[in-house]
């Protein structure tokens, strides 16, 4: 997987720029968010990184700085490392090029003028890819996303990797198979397991996958500790024996998540029974590794779900509703962020991931399911639901509380802390705790806050016949949400919304 440092003091612009190009392309985003401090992460990491964007004006260091660096790096180490720069400025050409002599020049380099349209972005970023040899590998054409499986096929253009790579003790035959696919899996998983039960791969380059582990052999989890402290997050399986893989997995975290062949309706009952189980650990031990492999495996169940039932409604009447909300509305906030993520391109399974952990952890520490419901807190929804001071503090922390708690969590996917202290603001600043406005609100909280939204709405306007709700019910209630929500960030993913159930603005 591609590597990409990028550059900018904006944090709201890097949060969207890197939902971006990492929901369209398989690569690893590094931020840096000044000259300075870029140029300290190059000194280390240079030889990880396959491509820099960078803004220009910015407090510590403007991106010239960080442009010299790279050119004297070459210079005085001699390496033959062409790491392709995009400078990535609302300046236009003409006022760079008196900054930076030089610049555009050299072939490698690049400049886009903010702002600019997404798929611009993303087709420069594949040309530079393709083009560097930070690491040596080049991108080729395999820069789509949804790379997984990836389809492995012999390199017809040998490359020179800077570092050399690593030699893994028992690895053995060269994997670059013509037509096979592949599917990752991330390393961690391994070290919970103690024999392989299929080959596990290394991927060394877009073309070739070197195997690591042998079937129905031990996992060595010194060598896998070696391999993660060499930098790799993901080993590969054939996707032949993926699911087989993930099977064996499930069954080892979790016996209620572990049958094979059923259909959806069961598939999704056994998600709402690990949904409470999540609750019932949580009650007497708290936020425990138990509960985020539960949860993973509920994650995996769930992703399956969404590629099979591809509308929201096939979806709600293959669940059951017993009047049990909080679990509930999770599974449906997991189903319909997954789908809306799905309809504005957003549809990296890492992002998948991070909506789906969010929706099941959230609101995990409410015990009544009225509390769970209250989406504001004002004079009106405090007297309607006859809160104590108690309740309104408890209600007032919990994004607090639980994201501080999925914070300790390590391996938790990134942002999904974020996601979970934000799921009460409004885009009218009127949401707790932060009263973040609709244009300061990081832009994967957006899709969670709004799909949240309907949920709670067609929850409380429908609730008796929610598993037979209609598109005209779900219309009503974008009619109703859209002078709120069709603003500011929320802008994109009410777009997205309104194209998912055919309503027009
Ligand atoms: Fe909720
Ligand atoms: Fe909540």
């Not at 582990?213 to 896998?224: C, G, N, P, R």
């Not at 998600?271 to 509920?298: H, Q």
């Not at 802390?417 to 832009?443: T, V």
Request: with cysteine; hydrophobic share 35%.
């Amino acid at each position: 997987m591609k590597t990409i440092l990028y550059v900018d003091d904006e944090r709201e612009i890097r949060e969207i720029v890197t939902l971006e190009i990492e929901g369209r392309l398989d690569v690893i985003i590094n931020e840096a968010e000044s000259g300075e401090s870029a140029i300290k992460y190059l000194k280390e990491h240079i030889s990880e990184i396959d491509l820099i964007i960078c803004d220009y004006d910015m407090p510590n260091g403007n991106g010239d700085s960080v442009y010299e660096y790279l050119t004297q790096f070459r210079n005085v180490e001699k390496e033959n490392i062409q790491i392709p720069f995009i400078l990535f400025s609302s300046r236009d050409l003409d006022e760079i090029q008196e900054s930076m002599p030089g610049f555009p020049n050299k072939k490698i380099d690049s400049h886009l003028q903010k702002p600019t349209n997404v798929k611009r972005l993303m087709s420069l970023i594949e040309e530079m890819l393709a083009k560097g040899s930070g690491t040596g590998t080049g991108i080729g054409t395999s820069t789509a996303r949804a790379k997984i499986p990836m389809k492995a096929t012999i390199s017809t253009q040998p490359t020179q990797p800077t570092q050399p790579t690593q030699p893994i003790t028992n690895a053995s035959a060269n994997a670059s198979i013509r037509d096979i696919k592949y599917c990752k899996i991330n390393i961690n998983r391994l070290l919970n397991i103690d024999n392989s039960i299929c080959d596990i791969f290394r991927k060394e380059n877009d073309d070739s996958y070197q195997i690591i582990f042998e079937t129905d052999t031990v996992l060595d989890s010194s060598l896998i500790l070696k391999l993660k402290e060499d930098g790799i997050e993901y080993l590969f399986i054939k996707e032949i024996e993926f699911s087989f893989f993930c099977d064996f997995y499930a069954r080892q975290l979790q016996s209620k998540l572990e049958s094979q062949d059923i259909n959806n309706e069961a598939r999704i009952d056994q998600e709402l029974d690990g949904t409470m189980f999540i609750a019932d650990i949580m009650v007497n031990l708290g936020l425990n590794p138990t509960v985020i492999k539960t949860a993973e495996s509920i994650l995996k169940s769930n992703l399956a779900i969404t590629k099979q039932c591809k509308d929201f409604f096939s979806f709600l009447q293959k669940m059951k509703f017993n009047k049990n909300y909080i679990y509930e509305h999770s599974l449906m906030i997991s189903y319909l962020s997954n789908l809306l993520a799905t309809e504005i391109s957003w549809s990296n399974s890492s992002i998948l991931q991070k909506l789906s952990m969010s929706a099941l952890l959230h609101d995990i520490v409410f015990e009544n399911k009225n509390h769970a419901k209250i989406m504001v807190l004002n004079k009106e929804t405090i007297a309607e639901n006859k809160l104590s001071k108690n309740d309104v503090a408890k209600i007032f922390k919990h994004p607090i509380d639980i994201s501080s708690m999925v914070k300790q969590i390590k391996n938790m996917p990134p942002d999904v802390d974020q996601i979970i202290l934000d799921h009460h603001e409004r885009p009218d600043a009127q949401g707790f705790p932060k009263q973040i406005s609709a244009e300061k609100i990081h832009p994967l909280s957006c899709l969670f806050i709004i799909s949240e939204e309907v949920v709670n709405q067609l929850y409380n306007d429908f609730e008796d016949n929610i598993q037979n709700i209609s598109i005209n019910q779900v219309q009503i209630v974008l009619e109703k949400i859209s002078p709120l929500y069709n603003i500011g960030n929320y802008q994109q993913m009410f777009a997205g919304l309104c194209k998912l159930f055919s309503y027009k603005k």
